[in-house]
């Protein structure tokens, strides 16, 4: 057993020789796998410090345990009891955001996963269900797979959650979101998503922890928050890869 665990031990330092990590985003060689090179970590824009309690973005403040929301949290009320996000929707974070969605890049799920994880310890429940937002059969036939899904997969591994990929479907093509204002995305997705009745037993009473991509006015959050409340979920909070900031 020791001189297997060995003999793979110095396969694999031969493999990293010959096969060095490379960086997530610029394929510079870096020193472990999934990591960023100095020069991409950066322009990556990480969310810390006094961030909203409902969805991530980040404020003024020297206190980071505070309890506190942003504008556009008390304008728009949120049907989720908390949120978090790891990275502002800019720079390098953009990049790795559309190279998950469009460019093909799944193994940008594990790490960028393991991150949203991380910053998701303080919002866990147990018993906690983790689903993904759902996209349409159209958009996905065109895709071959949700990121929202792969995420959510490695998210539900790393906190030791049960993950339920289908548990939202999205019943109604909503088409892109990109160039609505507000309004017009709430009205977009409104009733577009539910829970089939197979899993609302599954879910009676029990927390919700949703995972997307991007947060941006979180309309499609509120439509899937409003759907596992609707099927009997007892609590639901939402993680997003990235959340759309504004300038300060």
């Given at each position: 057993?020791?001189?297997?665990?060995?003999?793979?031990?110095?396969?694999?330092?031969?493999?990293?020789?010959?096969?060095?990590?490379?960086?997530?985003?610029?394929?510079?060689?870096?020193?472990?796998?999934?990591?960023?090179?100095?020069?991409?970590?950066?322009?990556?824009?990480?969310?810390?410090?006094?961030?909203?309690?409902?969805?991530?973005?980040?404020?003024?403040?020297?206190?980071?345990?505070?309890?506190?929301?942003?504008?556009?949290?008390?304008?728009?009320?949120?049907?989720?009891?908390?949120?978090?996000?790891?990275?502002a929707y800019r720079d390098n974070a953009r990049t790795l955001v559309l190279a998950l969605k469009h460019g093909d890049r799944t193994d940008l799920a594990e790490p960028a996963g393991r991150w949203m994880a991380r910053v998701a310890q303080d919002i866990r429940l147990p018993g906690q269900i983790v689903a993904p937002a759902p996209l349409h059969w159209r958009r996905l036939f065109r895709r071959r797979y949700n990121q929202a899904g792969l995420l959510g997969?490695?998210?539900?591994?790393?906190?030791?959650?049960?993950?339920?990929?289908?548990?939202?479907?999205?019943?109604?093509?909503?088409?892109?979101?990109?160039?609505?204002?507000?309004?017009?995305?709430?009205?977009?997705?409104?009733?577009?998503?539910?829970?089939?009745?197979?899993?609302?037993?599954?879910?009676?009473?029990?927390?919700?922890?949703?995972?997307?991509?991007?947060?941006?006015?979180?309309?499609?959050?509120?439509?899937?928050?409003?759907?596992?409340?609707?099927?009997?979920?007892?609590?639901?909070?939402?993680?997003?890869?990235?959340?759309?900031?504004?300038?300060?």
């Amino acid at each position: 057993m020791m001189r297997s665990a060995v003999l793979q031990s110095g396969v694999q330092a031969v493999m990293r020789l010959v096969y060095p990590p490379h960086c997530l985003t610029c394929n510079a060689i870096v020193g472990t796998d999934h990591g960023l090179c100095p020069d991409c970590w950066s322009r990556t824009p990480f969310l810390a410090g006094l961030r909203c309690d409902l969805c991530g973005a980040p404020l003024l403040g020297d206190d980071p345990t505070e309890i506190v929301h942003c504008d556009d949290c008390r304008v728009s009320a949120r049907l989720w009891t908390r949120g978090r996000a790891v990275l502002a929707y800019r720079d390098n974070a953009r990049t790795l955001v559309l190279a998950l969605k469009h460019g093909d890049r799944t193994d940008l799920a594990e790490p960028a996963g393991r991150w949203m994880a991380r910053v998701a310890q303080d919002i866990r429940l147990p018993g906690q269900i983790v689903a993904p937002a759902p996209l349409h059969w159209r958009r996905l036939f065109r895709r071959r797979y949700n990121q929202a899904g792969l995420l959510g997969s490695v998210v539900a591994r790393e906190l030791g959650l049960e993950h339920c990929p289908d548990l939202l479907v999205r019943h109604r093509f909503t088409g892109t979101q990109e160039g609505k204002g507000v309004d017009a995305r709430f009205a977009n997705v409104a009733g577009a998503i539910r829970v089939p009745p197979r899993h609302h037993a599954r879910i009676a009473d029990r927390p919700v922890l949703l995972v997307d991509d991007v947060l941006t006015s979180g309309a499609t959050l509120a439509a899937c928050a409003e759907a596992c409340y609707s099927a009997g979920a007892g609590d639901v909070r939402v993680l997003a890869l990235a959340r759309v900031v504004k300038d300060r």
